[in-house]
């Protein structure tokens, strides 16, 4: 299976000096006696230090658009008196992304809607900060706006505030996502920096800056934010290279490194990070997909920069993480179930494929088979609910194949059925390493009338929590377990393995992985679909099997050993431009 995690599951605190710092711009409650407010969340922007350092690179002539700096100013949004929170959603893919503010009133809770437009996808709310940068003499060296995610890294600010947060971790980039829920906790603070590995870049040479950091006015009015800009000191130091070091950006888990991870699910060995690398200000090994790259690092919040703790001592304990530990898929039972089979009149998952997106055309190279043409595509299932799909396999001594079988549980999560589902299979294959559910879904492509099939070929995935698809469906699981493949996909020696899909998750196979394609090579050029399936030989037990197939136009060209693809936007998602 593939995978593109997109988002992570952790959620660290921030360090004590810096929840001083932004517990310090707060504003105070009304005096006495006056009129109570209407019942809206207080936020505010408010810094956790007055100067960053950071660490200018030499440029990569072959990377560009990932040359000079990222800017994780260490502002912060908090919110007081009530969450904040957002309801991103689409109808269809025929109409444009809505948003939605949930005001919680005590127990109640108002729904308003915002202003049409104001986002266009679900990756966080655009030009909601305005930076601008002068050097020390007080000359305007650029001027730039910044999205901001409201589930970025967070943290406490108050020791009354909950322990956890409610709200999930980081915002989706999966083209075809269907529905989001963004908020901050009362009594926490978010990072404004995304720290995804395609955060804008800034070119400033060696020297001392002052940035100056505000909300744009039109969510000023919106939120009734009152907070006046923040001056942040920047000093931009050139990369010096150790005596015996590694040369250039190995030095470190770069920029580059960032990007390849950041599309990429599990696969080969990856270089511990310095801490400044792995304190970027989001953790972004959740929405990440499978493929053939390890992870990136999850990320802490920026105040830890400024502490004496590194990646190797920081530990993973209560209210803090630095990656090492990460959720299985679930424990497995200690032996097969007994008993007669029986599929129960409980609620069950509902599997939904969805269009495929990142489309190319590769040389046949990348798949083993040097002189090929290959349609390579990013495919994703995910589980619209109300139940969470949970499948686990058996192996008898000495066998190659498990026995896999589907659980049942009732309202109160007690196992009241099972049924037999198929096989899973150890993939050995780079980029995969990992047990398989056999059959789980299929891909053809089809010709233009959509009624024959040139290529067709059925993949086994190893179910995991990659995408937040729709976490706005009924029992959608905010905070899914099983998110790192070689944890909920097992080992190679497992006699036993448990996969889940949660409700509101999908699991995308990215165009990386090893039989992600179709071979091409003696297409013709025309018109075709992408047809992905879902449980295709219905051995899965579904709320609806209606909704298990999805199409994607696309349009071949091009000549032998170099072929074209065209992919006309999909109503109105254009994935073309990621």
């Known amino acids: 299976m593939s995978r593109t995690p997109r988002t992570r599951l952790w959620r660290s605190t921030l360090a004590a000096s810096a929840a001083l710092a932004v517990t310090a711009g707060v504003v105070a409650a009304a005096p006495d006696g006056k009129k109570a407010a209407k019942p809206s969340?207080?936020?505010t922007l408010v810094t956790a230090t007055s100067s960053i350092t950071v660490t200018k690179y030499p440029d990569d002539p072959d990377y560009p658009e990932y040359n000079g700096v990222r800017l994780d100013l260490g502002t912060y949004v908090t919110s007081e008196g009530s969450?904040?929170?957002?309801?991103?959603?689409?109808?269809?893919?025929?109409?444009?992304?809505?948003?939605?503010?949930?005001?919680?009133?005590?127990?109640?809770?108002?729904?308003?809607?915002?202003?049409?437009?104001?986002?266009?996808?679900?990756?966080?709310?655009?030009?909601f900060l305005d930076v601008s940068i002068t050097d020390a003499a007080?000359?305007?060296?650029?001027?730039?706006?910044?999205?901001?995610?409201?589930?970025n890294a967070s943290g406490r600010i108050s020791h009354d505030a909950p322990l956890k947060s409610r709200f999930p971790q980081s915002c989706p980039t999966n083209p075809f996502t269907v529905g989001s829920v963004w908020g901050v906790e009362k009594g926490w603070a978010v990072n404004t920096h995304?720290?995804?590995?395609?955060?804008?870049?800034?070119?400033?040479?060696?020297?001392?800056?002052?940035?100056?950091?505000?909300?744009?006015?039109?969510?000023?009015?919106?939120?009734?934010?009152?907070?006046?800009?923040?001056?942040?000191?920047?000093?931009?130091?050139?990369?010096?290279?150790?005596?015996?070091?590694?040369?250039?950006?190995?030095?470190?888990?770069?920029?580059?490194?960032?990007?390849?991870?950041?599309?990429?699910?599990?696969?080969?060995?990856?270089?511990?990070?310095?801490?400044?690398?792995?304190?970027?200000?989001?953790?972004?090994?959740?929405?990440?997909?499978?493929?053939?790259?390890?992870?990136?690092?999850?990320?802490?919040?920026?105040?830890?920069?400024?502490?004496a703790r590194t990646v190797a001592n920081l530990g993973d304990g209560a209210g803090q993480t630095d990656g090492s530990r990460q959720a299985a898929g679930g424990k497995p039972a200690a032996k097969r179930p007994t008993g007669k089979p029986k599929v129960p009149n409980v609620p069950k998952p509902d599997l939904r494929s969805l269009p495929a997106f990142d489309i190319i055309t590769t040389d046949g190279k990348e798949q083993g088979a040097p002189g090929r043409d290959e349609?390579?595509?990013?495919?994703?299932?995910?589980?619209?609910?109300?139940?969470?799909?949970?499948?686990?396999g058996f192996r008898a001594p000495g066998k190659e194949l498990m026995d896999a079988y589907?659980?049942?549980?009732?309202?109160?999560?007690?196992?009241?059925?099972?049924?037999?589902?198929?096989?899973?299979?150890?993939?050995?294959?780079?980029?995969?390493?990992?047990?398989?559910?056999?059959?789980?879904?299929?891909?053809?492509?089809?010709t233009a009338d959509k009624k024959k099939a040139v290529r067709a070929g059925k993949e086994a995935f190893c179910l995991a929590n990659t995408d937040a698809v729709d976490y706005t469906v009924k029992n959608a699981n905010w905070h899914p377990t099983g998110t790192d493949l070689s944890m909920a996909c097992g080992q190679e020696t497992a006699i036993s393995v448990q996969q889940q899909l949660d409700v509101?998750?999908?699991?995308?196979?990215?165009?990386?992985?090893?039989?992600?394609?179709?071979?091409?090579?003696?297409?013709?050029?025309?018109?075709?679909?992408?047809?992905?399936?879902?449980?295709?030989?219905?051995?899965l037990k579904e709320t609806s099997t209606s909704n298990n197939s999805a199409l994607r136009k696309v349009v071949l060209g091009g000549v032998k050993g170099a072929r074209t693809v065209t992919v006309p936007p999909h109503h109105l998602v254009d994935d073309s431009r990621r």
């Open 406 to 446: 589907q659980y049942f549980y009732d309202t109160k999560g007690k196992q009241v059925g099972y049924t037999p589902s198929g096989t899973m299979e150890w993939d050995p294959r780079e980029g995969h390493d990992h047990w398989h559910f056999t059959d789980f879904a299929s891909y053809q492509l089809l």
């Open 41 to 43: 969340p207080k936020l």
């Open 138 to 151: 007080g000359k305007s060296v650029t001027k730039l706006s910044q999205s901001f995610c409201p589930n």
């Open 83 to 127: 969450p904040f929170e957002l309801r991103v959603t689409r109808k269809s893919y025929k109409d444009p992304v809505a948003v939605q503010q949930i005001v919680h009133d005590g127990k109640k809770k108002i729904t308003k809607n915002l202003p049409k437009g104001l986002v266009k996808d679900f990756q966080g709310l655009p030009g």
């Open 504 to 539: 509101g998750s999908g699991d995308t196979y990215t165009q990386g992985t090893p039989d992600q394609s179709f071979d091409i090579t003696d297409v013709p050029n025309g018109t075709y679909y992408i047809q992905v399936t879902a449980n295709p030989e219905n051995r």
């Open 194 to 307: 995304s720290g995804h590995y395609n955060s804008p870049r800034v070119q400033l040479a060696a020297g001392t800056y002052t940035a100056k950091v505000s909300v744009a006015k039109k969510y000023r009015d919106l939120f009734g934010i009152t907070s006046k800009a923040k001056p942040v000191k920047v000093i931009v130091e050139e990369y010096k290279e150790e005596p015996g070091g590694p040369q250039g950006r190995s030095a470190a888990v770069g920029a580059h490194d960032h990007h390849a991870a950041g599309h990429t699910g599990h696969g080969a060995a990856q270089a511990p990070p310095t801490l400044a690398e792995a304190t970027s200000g989001t953790g972004p090994t959740y929405n990440v997909g499978h493929a053939p790259y390890p992870p990136a690092p999850p990320a802490l919040p920026w105040a830890l920069k400024k502490s």
């Open 375 to 392: 349609l390579a595509f990013s495919a994703n299932v995910w589980n619209a609910g109300p139940a969470k799909l949970i499948v686990e």
